[in-house]
């Protein structure tokens, strides 16, 4: 059974306990919003992997709701739209979780990579002392060069991740969000990615008159403003 007390959840930060930049993170911090339940965010380090061991694995988000754990963003959004189905709907139903579960996917597997091609070496500037040398072997691997190195041709490669956006910008441009007059959990999915960089990287991703753009504004300024107040740059 759901708790009624607070959720309490695991939140990415940075050098400054205020720089909450996980993507993952911030598509569960507005479902919570959405459902209107109070949550406890505790800042974690990437390198601080005892203090979420009791979940079975090493990343956030994770949440505990009473004497319920639940970690993977996609996961913890069914959780709380299965634990919670008096409170606001996530998904609008079977078929538009099924739809979130593509726009999900879709986000991960491109808009995920074409941003972080971006503000990859960003990253590591605001990263805490004791995750910096974890997050650059880490990612270093991954890409098989510098993060510099990696990034140094993104101004260039800009445009190509702005054109990858053409599914996003075709539905936006007809209708305020993707679930139509007011977002859902496919919104906050591909939004966590854009306030991932937001938190993280002073680069302009896109252009004033994208109707993009405006989708991110509007989610910016959602639930009484509270993910545009959050520390990062302008947008």
Not at 35 to 60: H, N
Not at 111 to 122: E, K, N, S, Y
Not at 198 to 222: G, K
Request: glycine residues 8%; aromatic residues 12%; neutral net charge.
């Amino acid at each position: 059974m759901p708790s009624t007390q607070k959720i309490v959840m695991y939140d990415l930060a940075g050098a400054d306990p205020d720089r909450r930049f996980s993507p993952y993170c911030w598509r569960i911090k507005l479902a919570l919003a959405h459902k209107g339940l109070p949550v406890e965010t505790i800042p974690w380090r990437f390198t601080d992997k005892a203090a979420i061991a009791f979940s079975g694995q090493e990343k956030v988000p994770v949440i505990v709701d009473g004497g319920r754990t639940v970690h993977d963003s996609w996961r913890i959004a069914e959780y709380l739209e299965d634990a919670y189905p008096d409170r606001p709907s996530l998904f609008g139903g079977a078929a538009g979780r099924g739809l979130a579960r593509f726009v999900n996917g879709w986000t991960d597997s491109v808009v995920h990579p074409g941003l972080f091609r971006q503000v990859a070496a960003d990253i590591a500037d605001h990263v805490a002392e004791q995750d910096i040398a974890y997050f650059r072997e880490s990612r270093e691997r991954w890409v098989g060069t510098t993060l510099a190195a990696f990034c140094a041709d993104r101004e260039d490669r800009l445009p190509e991740f702005r054109r990858s956006l053409a599914p996003l910008r075709q539905t936006l441009a007809a209708q305020p969000f993707l679930a139509g007059e007011t977002p859902s959990y496919a919104d906050y999915a591909v939004f966590g990615s854009f306030q991932w960089a937001r938190c993280i990287s002073p680069v302009r991703l896109l252009e004033p008159d994208d109707p993009v753009h405006a989708w991110r504004a509007r989610l910016l300024a959602a639930f009484d403003g509270f993910p545009g107040k959050a520390t990062g740059y302008e947008p």
